[in-house]
């Protein structure tokens, strides 16, 4: 599968955006699909996942727990990421990915190398 991120920008401290990741050439309703970030100089991080095959159980890293709302558009093909409430600490890469939703034995074990694609990123800067 083919993922293409957009919606990143620069955006005031407590504003908000909506993230899409446009999937082509797959099954996406059966991935679990996942945004991750990379914040200058530091490591990708897990943001949230969103599960595969209709149940749509959803998934959080904490410091985005309440702030953060995953959801997918399996008829369009398309995974959101919906961020409020946006802090300058939020400012990074946004990624997107998807993996086969079997590999894992449990849906909130979150292993980057377990995600067979990725989009190309996009980028959301949040001034203070």
């Known amino acids: 599968v083919q993922l293409q991120a957009s919606g990143g920008g620069l955006v005031q401290a407590g504003g908000s955006l909506r993230l899409s990741c446009a999937a082509s050439?797959?099954?996406?309703?059966?991935?679990?699909m996942a945004w991750f970030r990379q914040a200058p100089g530091k490591e990708r991080e897990f943001v949230a996942c969103?599960?595969?095959?209709?149940?749509?159980?959803?998934n959080y890293a904490d410091s985005v727990k309440g702030r953060f709302t995953i959801s997918r558009n399996n008829a369009k093909n398309t995974l959101f990421l919906d961020v409020n409430s946006l802090k300058p600490e939020d400012t990074a890469v946004y990624y997107c990915?998807?993996?086969?939703?079997?590999?894992?034995?449990?849906?909130?074990?979150?292993?980057?190398?377990?995600?067979?694609?990725w989009g190309q990123g996009t980028q959301v800067t949040v001034s203070s």
């Open positions: 969103i599960s595969g095959g209709g149940a749509d159980r959803k």
């Open positions: 990915a998807a993996r086969n939703r079997f590999i894992v034995s449990r849906f909130a074990l979150v292993r980057e190398a377990d995600f067979h694609s």
């Open positions: 050439g797959g099954s996406f309703r059966t991935y679990d």
